[in-house]
Each structure stands twice: as structure tokens, then as C-alpha cells.
């Protein structure tokens, strides 16, 4: 009995203290046990969340009848239990088709653990297209909540297919035709072959098709006027060809009941009883197709996206990886330095969007990624005046005294604007208080910037640009494009010094050919370019898996992607490289 009684205490006792195994890392963090749990106030919590979104085909959209999962992954970094956590989601635009899943509440998370909660997200046959705003509410039993994020998504109703008859076309010469007079019309008497146009100007695959040609008079002979087309694709366009001969008995002064039905399965985008327009000694007009873009391609841009103000919250839509968490790899560097630039607000420009971001994030892969012993970054306004000579001038800058000629590796990163001159010749890195009037004095002529990195004599010199110098700013899918400069239509055509030509340690990757705009990813609040330099650099760029990656393999990868990627934002971007692909840039 006193067994029995001792178990029953320890049941009851993990209850109430937390233990469970639904855990992504920890120890015991999590119950949901249906017994009342007792909430005892203790050291605050610390909450923090990690908020993805994943639909069934990963294109950020949810589609009718297509599932998702929000997934928030809560972590808390604070010295007492989070308690009796309840998690909401509410839509601000109801539609009974669009269903939300619950998730029961949590009792405890108790310090340095963390829990995964996943909420399904259906979209039924019937919804509608629209734009949803999901609330994530995430209370705390005594207070500690966080502060709300959203999840904006859209749907999009059910797609049809509609097939249409485009056109006919009339062969009287050949085999299996017999004509009385070959001028590509229908006299009685004769045999053609009809060459029969269908189109899918619906939204949506009309699948396994078969048609069939029939006629109501018994003087007009059919054959082969039925058969199969299979899966005809949006706007695709497919032809069949049958064999008609009416007697000399026909007598129509308009078409001949001769009629079409093409059928896909289930029958969503059928064409049914369709009188074909063949009349007696009539030339048949042109077939008449169109050019169809789906539905779906017009809201691409609108993909789902977190938003949120708390730097408590971080991201992850579909196919979009969380580059904010940053793992040491086994690169060390003991001799080295690098310096980053974020330039977001500008007092006289529009500003940059995500350049500061860009320089948070770079700063951790610098120092946990590529091992740089000594990391120096410099964000808005502390970019201001002379700073970029102040830095890199090789007689008196900053940068001069820290490197040991032939044995410093020297990595340099800029985040910002780069802006032309008006004639295109130039192209300067620019401060936050730069104005254009004074490009020549304010701005960093980039020729000079690539002279001082190579006089300042560092055993290597690796540079990352995520800047346009086409003169526009950087834009993204949220966020349009300015013009910096006063000129338009500038053709930007700069004359380069090239120390990577003569100097094989010398290394430059630009996130944009300088005609081009580099833009910005809303997912990841950061350049696109930086993004995928932080994806290759955590190890995606190990494109021969033997846990090194060179300069070449992180620049393939950036390109690729890149390029792939800008095209459904924006227009092109086409990252540049000069250097040593050879020179191992990080061992994993």
C-alpha cells in the first residue's frame, strides 16, 4: 500500500513540475496533463519564439484544399518557469473554408528549454481568394506575454480548368480524303479531314481529356471522331483530327449539326454540345487561341510573411531558413581582422532597407563562422563624415594599425548604398550624412577603396558588397525603388582598378552587376545577397561535401540562387566575382 501511494505522489508531482516529451532540446519542460496545474510565482521568464510557416507545396500560398502547419518553437531564456501559457490565433477575415487549429495550453517551460507547437491550417474547396492576418498570441499565466506577431498569408479560391473550341481547319488533299474541288473548303459529296483546335483557358490542369464529334443527320459521315488528349495544361492548346464526307443529299444553308464535347475528369472545365462552325463551301476561319496567365502567378509576390516589432521573434516562411542562429565552425583564424558597414538611414537619401540587419547577422558569421579574431562594425550614423578614410587610409587609418603586413587576413563588409556619379564613371560607398551634391568629397570613389585595401599589405583581403550602384535603391517585394541620383537613365560603366588581377589573394564578391538593382529579401530581413552568402557559409556551399568551401563554391552557390530567386522579386540579380576560387574561404 505504501508503494501504491509513493507512485501516485510521483505521478502527480511530474505533473505539476513538467515533465513531458514533446521537447525539441531540454530536459522536462512540457506537460499537458489534464490535472489543474498549481502556478506559483517565481523568477520572471524570458520568452522567445521562432515562427515558421510550411504549406504542402511550398510556395507560400495557400491553394484550396492544400494544408499548412504555423509551427512556433518557444524558448525561454529567463531564470524562472513559464507558466500556463495559452496560444491564440485569430483571423481577421473569417471564411468558414479557412480553418485554424488549436493547440492546448502549456503548464510549464521552465529555463533554458523550449517547446514546439504546431497549429494546422487548412484551406477548404470553397475558399475564397483573399489576403488573411493571423494574430499569434502568446499569454503568460502571470503576465509575461509577448507581444503579438502576425501571419499574413493568402488564399486562393479553387482554380478551374475551361476548355473552349479555338478553331477548325479544312485538308482536301492527301490520304483518307477525296475532293471534288481542292480550295481547303466543304463541297458535298466530298472527303476531308478536320483538324479540330481546343484550349485551356482555365486556372487549372484539365486532366485525362477525351472528346467525341457527333452529328444529328444521317447523310453526314464521321470517322474518327473520338479518342483521347489527356492532361491539356493551362493555356496549352491541343488538336485532333476526324474524317467528314457529307452525301449530295446535304442541304444547309448554315452550319452543319456537327458537334463537339470534350470532357476532363471530374468534369470541372468540360465543353459540352458545341456546334462546330462547319458550313458547306466556306473557307474556315483562323484558329483563335489566347495567351493565359494563371491565377496564381499574378499574387507570386504575395507569399506569406511574419510580421512582427519585437526582436524577441524570429522567422521562417516555407522553403525561407532561419539564418539568425549562427553554430561555430572549425575555421580559426588567429591573425585577423574585419570591419562592417550597415548604412539603413540616411539623412539626405531614402533609405536602404534590412543594411543594418545585414550588418548584425554578418557580424556573428564572421566571428563564429569564419573565425575572424577581431570584428569591428559600424551601423547608421556611425557611419558619418570621413569615416571610410578614416579606416582604410593606408598612412594614417585605423586599419593600418591593426594589420601586421603579409600575416593579417583582412575581411571587409558594406551594407548601404552605392551610388554613381552622374556620368556613370565612378562609384562610391557613401556615409549616412553624405549628400549628393558632395558625391566627390563625401562619397568613397571605390577605385580608391580597392587601392588602400591592397597598399595596406594584408596576407589576404576578402570584401563583401550587398549594394546596387545603378543608382536606384535597394527595393524588395514590400518596398519600392528610389532614385538616388538627379540623373535618369545613367549608364553605369566604371573603370575599375583590378587588384585581384595581379594580387591572387586579392577577393571581391558583389551582390549585383553595377546596371543591376540587388534587392532586398522581406523574409529574411536582410539583403538578398546576404542571405545567401549566410546559407553558403553555414554549409550549403559545400558543393563537393568535403567539408571546405572555397571561394569559387560560395560564389556558384550565391549566383545560382540568387539569380533564380530575384526573378520571382524583382528582375534580375547577378552576383559578381573576382579573385581566387581556389583560396578556402571556411572549413566546416
Not at 279 to 294: E, F, G, H, R, S
Not at 402 to 408: D, E, L, S, V
Not at 535 to 560: M, Q, R, S
Amino acid at each position: 500500500m505504501k508503494r501504491i501511494t509513493i507512485l501516485i505522489i510521483l505521478i502527480i508531482g511530474f505533473a505539476l513540475n513538467g515533465y513531458n516529451q514533446d521537447v525539441i532540446n531540454g530536459k522536462s519542460p512540457v506537460v499537458r496533463f489534464n490535472i489543474e496545474p498549481i502556478y506559483k510565482r517565481t523568477f520572471p521568464p524570458n520568452l522567445y519564439t521562432n515562427l515558421s510557416f510550411r504549406d504542402d507545396n511550398g510556395n507560400g500560398i495557400l491553394e484550396a484544399e492544400e494544408k499548412a502547419n504555423l509551427i512556433l518553437t518557444i524558448n525561454n531564456r529567463g531564470k524562472g518557469k513559464a507558466q500556463g501559457l495559452d496560444i491564440k490565433v485569430t483571423d481577421n477575415n473569417p471564411d468558414s473554408s479557412f480553418q485554424i487549429g488549436t493547440c492546448g495550453g502549456i503548464y510549464f517551460i521552465n529555463p533554458d528549454e523550449q517547446v514546439k507547437i504546431t497549429i494546422p491550417i487548412k484551406a477548404g474547396f470553397n475558399v475564397k481568394t483573399a489576403e488573411h492576418k493571423l494574430k499569434i498570441d502568446v499569454k503568460e499565466h502571470f503576465g509575461y506575454d509577448m507581444d503579438p506577431a502576425y501571419l499574413v498569408l493568402n488564399t486562393l479560391e479553387f482554380q478551374k480548368p475551361k476548355l473552349v473550341f479555338s478553331g477548325f481547319d479544312i485538308t482536301d488533299t492527301g490520304q483518307e480524303t477525296a475532293a471534288i474541288i481542292q480550295d481547303g473548303q466543304l463541297q458535298a459529296g466530298e472527303q476531308v479531314k478536320v483538324k479540330v483546335v481546343v484550349q485551356n483557358i482555365g486556372q487549372n490542369i484539365a486532366y485525362n481529356t477525351k472528346y467525341k464529334v457527333w452529328t444529328t443527320d444521317d447523310n453526314i459521315y464521321l470517322d474518327k471522331s473520338n479518342g483521347t488528349l489527356g492532361d491539356i495544361n493551362i493555356g496549352e492548346v491541343k488538336e485532333f483530327f476526324i474524317i467528314l464526307s457529307p452525301n449530295k443529299r446535304i442541304n444547309y444553308k448554315g452550319n452543319l449539326p456537327i458537334f463537339l464535347s470534350v470532357n476532363d475528369e471530374p468534369e470541372y472545365g468540360s465543353l459540352s454540345k458545341f456546334q462546330i462552325p462547319i458550313a458547306l463551301n466556306q473557307t474556315p476561319p483562323k484558329a483563335n487561341t489566347v495567351k493565359i496567365v494563371p491565377n496564381i502567378e499574378k499574387i507570386s509576390k504575395q507569399i506569406a510573411r511574419f510580421e512582427y516589432s519585437s526582436n524577441k521573434f524570429t522567422a521562417n516562411v516555407g522553403n525561407v531558413k532561419d539564418i539568425s542562429e549562427v553554430q561555430q565552425s572549425n575555421t580559426v583564424r588567429p591573425n585577423s581582422v574585419a570591419v562592417i558597414f550597415g548604412v539603413e538611414n540616411y539623412s539626405n537619401l531614402p533609405p536602404a532597407p534590412y543594411a543594418k540587419n545585414d550588418a548584425n547577422i554578418i557580424e556573428k558569421y564572421f566571428k563564429e563562422r569564419l573565425g575572424i579574431e577581431k570584428v569591428v562594425s559600424y551601423k547608421n550614423s556611425d557611419v558619418s563624415g570621413f569615416i571610410f578614410d578614416d579606416i582604410f587610409n593606408p598612412d594614417y587609418g585605423e586599419l593600418q594599425k591593426a594589420i601586421i603586413k603579409g600575416q593579417t587576413d583582412l575581411f571587409v563588409f558594406y551594407s548601404g548604398h552605392g551610388v554613381p556619379d552622374k556620368d556613370g564613371k565612378k562609384i562610391y560607398l557613401f556615409p549616412s550624412d553624405g549628400k549628393i551634391e558632395r558625391i566627390e568629397s563625401q562619397g568613397y570613389d571605390l577605385n580608391k577603396f580597392y587601392q588602400n585595401l591592397e597598399k595596406l599589405g594584408a596576407k589576404s583581403v576578402t570584401v563583401f558588397i550587398d549594394a546596387c550602384f545603378s543608382g536606384q535603391s535597394r527595393r524588395s517585394e514590400k518596398i519600392n525603388t528610389s532614385n538616388l541620383i538627379a540623373a535618369k537613365g545613367v549608364k553605369v560603366r566604371p573603370i575599375l582598378d583590378s587588384p585581384w588581377v595581379s594580387d591572387s589573394t586579392f577577393n571581391s564578391f558583389n551582390s549585383s552587376s553595377f546596371d543591376q538593382t540587388s534587392l532586398g529579401f522581406d523574409q529574411s530581413q536582410t539583403g538578398l545577397f546576404t542571405y545567401y552568402l549566410c546559407l553558403g557559409l553555414k554549409g550549403e556551399a559545400d558543393a563537393n561535401g568535403d567539408k571546405k568551401i572555397t571561394n569559387g563554391e560560395l560564389y556558384d552557390y550565391i549566383k545560382t540562387n540568387v539569380t533564380e530567386k530575384s526573378k520571382k522579386i524583382y528582375g534580375t540579380q547577378t552576383p559578381q566575382f573576382n579573385g581566387n576560387r581556389e583560396m578556402i574561404i571556411e572549413e566546416l
